[in-house]
């Protein structure tokens, strides 16, 4: 048996409020209505802005809120949005909306391996003292760009928090729209603007306060991954609870393609006699991952993983959480998928709490979700499977092994 390992390098702060909010239906009414309260600020980033249905109403509170004389600032990614419909882009500029486009795609750019740096993180910061992290798109919950109405909605959560967190969301959040400005300014040859900006992110970095006030509440932290000084904080949080887990581990999880030392964490987990259950994407999405995470199942149903694919909707979800009944509750919520593309290359964020109510709040949410609405995968059916279905599988893992490679990454 492998001793436990310590939590102590997260930093972990007091004094926070943290609501899980689960699927758009929770979502967008909380956001909305912070954002028609906001009074100076609203700081928004998202993967993906489609005005579908419901989407609508979150550019609306945008718009309205920038007409109101509220700074607004959204940035949205290259790909995950593409291009930006003019109509939006006119509404937005016309009622003072900022907007920024984070790596605009090309028609040859995704040939380059930093092209696949996405801004894959869902954030919003409304007046500095409320803060929105978790994986739920600017997307309707009964709409699929790609395929269209969905029946059942699909499965995802994020949370509302007030506390500390909230500065440090603020503070990345800044210093990333400033250097996005800067590398417009330097494309457009507005170099001494560009320096401008460099400066501004400074000076927004050396303003964080990066305290916490000692009054009861939640301990929480926000772990961000990008490509320079946080490479691998939230998959290393995940590898510290995980190997910490005395009674039970649950993960729901969008795309799960995990690399070796997480593999190996889970599997050590059951053999130690934790009870272990992933709940998985049982819809086909996307090629690649759908079938590049199947053939790292054989070994976690070999060692006592239970594994249950999600069946009515799309999953979406990435949490997680951790000896919710026991004596030291885990829980996450964030924009990372336990994959190369979240953990090798992206930026992501996610929340982590230390609380008993959370925790079981989340756990309740999932093990309802499991029992209702998933397919349990038997060790020997997983072993079974038609000979078309493995080929594939194993083709799109080594196209992924292939791609992790040329970024010149290990995973």
């Known amino acids: ?7 102590k390098r997260i930093d972990y702060l007091p004094g926070h409020d943290v609501q899980l909010l689960q699927g758009t239906q ?23 802005f489609d005005c579908t249905a419901t989407g609508q109403s979150v550019a609306d509170a945008l718009i309205r809120a920038a007409e109101r004389g509220v700074d607004v600032r959204v940035a949205v990614d290259g790909f995950g949005t593409g291009p930006v419909p003019k109509a939006l882009r ?14 605009a795609v090309g028609q040859l750019s995704l040939l380059l391996p930093k092209a696949w740096r996405r801004l894959h993180r869902k954030l919003c910061v409304v007046d500095d003292e409320t803060m929105y992290c978790g994986g739920i798109n600017v997307l309707d919950d009964f709409y699929d760009p790609n395929h269209g ?5 699909r499965f995802d959560f994020a949370v509302r928090a007030k506390g500390a967190v909230v500065e440090l969301a603020s503070d990345n959040m800044d210093k990333l729209w400033w250097r996005m400005r800067a590398v417009h300014d330097v494309r457009k040859r507005q170099i001494s ?36 000084r946080n490479r691998a904080r939230i998959e290393k949080a995940y590898l510290r609870a995980i190997g910490s887990a005395r009674q039970e581990i649950i993960i729901a999880n ?6 070796r030392k997480l593999r190996r964490a ?26 590049a995470s199947r053939p790292v199942y054989g070994a976690l149903l070999e060692a006592g993983v239970e594994i249950f694919e999600y069946a009515p909707s799309f999953l979406h979800a990435k949490v997680a959480v951790i000896d919710a009944n026991g004596e030291r509750p885990w829980a996450t919520v964030g924009s990372s998928n336990l994959e190369p593309l979240s953990l090798l290359l992206a930026r992501e ?17 999932l093990v309802h979700a499991m029992e209702k609405a998933g397919q349990p995968m038997a060790l020997e059916a997983f072993t079974s499977r038609p000979l078309r279905q493995r080929m594939l599988d194993h083709i799109a893992a080594a196209i992924m092994r292939s791609l992790i490679w040329v970024t010149g990454n290990r995973y």
């Open 1 to 7: 048996m492998s001793p436990a390992a310590p939590r």
């Open 26 to 48: 929770e979502f967008f009414p909380a956001l909305i209505a912070d954002m028609d309260a906001a009074a100076h600020s609203i700081q928004f980033e998202t993967y993906i």
């Open 90 to 103: 006119d509404r937005f500029q016309t009622a003072g909306v900022q907007l920024q486009v984070y790596s």
């Open 149 to 153: 109405q969905l029946e059942f909605p």
């Open 193 to 228: 603007r560009a320096v401008a900006d460099l400066k501004a992110a400074g000076a927004a970095q050396g303003a964080a306060k990066r305290s916490a006030a000692k009054v009861k509440g939640m301990r929480a932290a926000l772990l961000f991954r990008d490509n320079l």
């Open 254 to 259: 969008a795309y799960f393609l995990p690399g």
């Open 266 to 291: 889970l599997i050590v987990a059951a053999r130690r006699g934790v009870s272990v259950k992933l709940l998985l994407q049982g819809r086909y999405e996307y090629f690649m991952q759908y079938h």
């Open 349 to 365: 964020a996610n929340v982590v709490v230390e609380d008993a109510d959370f925790a079981k709040d989340l756990h309740e949410r």
